[in-house]
């Protein structure tokens, strides 16, 4: 069976290393012709609106997916037509665009911070009036890892972010107090059946995420359950198939959905190593009818992005339980060019195998000095 992806980016790489051993087989569509995909799979570079070329992509295909949440919506639907594709696209519509988004969790009754619609810049005033300072003001469509967003927390910051501003939609969110960042990812197959990975914490600099603590330390009772709900629900409502992400903030022992991903998500890449099935294989699963693997962690993990540089191969790898992934990218500032994960049974080990790794993770980029003390408090 030969599955079609959209996109080729470091997530279409990973879910085909995860498909190979079920001998599954590879096409990628993807407008750069240096992809990562390109290393070990067969590629179309082509526009994601060129008709001609989707339809000759879809040839022969099983089913089609994607890597990431900006394929457009109109290049699912035609191939909709012709292949199933998984997510549905519908998932697609409503990732892209915050407002729908938001409007959806409060539609399936989850939880979010209080939000105003800005359609055009004229209209700040007012949803400033309505949601109050300090807030975050986001574009509508598009921008990821920090990116077309603004922190408002004075009046100043206001008048600072004016010129910079598009015209719009864009959508002002009330600054949410909160402990911590968490993820849930979920999977639901063609039948229905639903599985979820542990909740995951996350730290991030410069809108990037840095750190991934899976399963969370230090989880209130409930919270789990709480989260799994929030992503059944979504999951039910879109009838959807694969692994979602809903992107959450812990605040007052409850958690306030912040944004979803329909895709493998990179909070989730310590699955690979770190869970008795990895997101990556889950996905392939789902979308192919096959039954769902365990989601169970294997011990505790950390997961690292490397941003915009990489260590020194041999001191990560002398790490005992050390993995590393390199996406054959580029560096440049600011990309994720390969991420690493640590695993331990216990958290304590996972501790003292962090404290081992190189000079280069002591940075403060990398954010150890914040997720080291929360392992601290969950071995006392």
């Keep these: ?147 077309g967003q603004w922190l408002l927390r004075t009046t100043e910051d206001v008048e600072n972010a004016r010129p910079e501003l598009p015209e719009g939609p864009l959508i002002l969110e009330k600054l949410v107090p909160f402990t911590r960042e968490l993820s849930i990812l979920g999977v639901r197959g063609r039948d229905g059946k639903t599985a979820f990975y542990p909740l995951i914490e996350n730290h991030h600099r410069g809108g990037i995420l840095r750190i991934s603590l899976a399963p969370a330390p230090n989880l209130a009772a409930g919270l789990q359950l709480e989260a799994e709900h929030a992503a059944r629900r979504v999951l039910e409502a879109l009838e959807y198939v694969g692994v979602l992400c809903i992107e959450l903030f812990e605040t007052g022992g409850l958690l306030l959905a912040n944004e979803m991903a329909p895709r493998v998500h990179n909070s989730g890449h310590w699955t690979i190593e770190g869970a008795v099935t990895s997101q990556f294989e889950n996905h392939l699963r789902a979308i192919l009818g096959l039954p769902l693997g365990s989601t169970a962690a294997a011990g505790v993990s950390a997961m690292l992005n490397l941003i915009g540089e990489i260590p020194e191969s041999a001191e990560v790898l002398n790490v005992s339980n050390a993995h590393l992934h390199l996406y054959g990218k580029e560096p440049r500032p600011g990309r994720k060019l390969g991420h690493v994960t640590v695993r331990a049974d216990q958290f304590e080990k996972l501790l003292e195998r962090l404290s081992a790794l190189p000079e280069f993770f002591r940075r403060p980029e990398y954010c150890l000095e914040k997720a080291l003390p929360e392992l601290l408090a969950k071995r006392a």
């Design 1 to 147: 069976m030969t599955i079609g992806i959209l996109g080729g980016g470091q997530l279409g790489y990973m879910l085909a290393l995860a498909g190979y051993p079920l001998g599954l087989h590879f096409r990628f569509l993807d407008p750069s012709p240096e992809a990562p995909v390109g290393r070990i799979a067969n590629r179309v570079t082509s526009d994601f609106q060129d008709q001609q070329a989707l339809e000759k992509f879809s040839h022969g295909l099983e089913v089609v997916t994607y890597e990431f949440e900006n394929v457009p919506v109109a290049a699912a639907k035609f191939l909709a037509e012709r292949v199933p594709v998984y997510p549905p696209p519908i998932a697609l519509e409503e990732a892209q665009d915050r407002l729908r988004e938001k409007r959806l969790f409060r539609k399936l009754e989850i939880p979010t911070t209080e939000f105003a619609e800005v359609a055009k810049r004229k209209d700040l005033d007012a949803a400033i009036e309505q949601v109050g300072l300090p807030a975050m003001l986001k574009t509508c469509r598009m921008g990821y890892d920090g990116k």
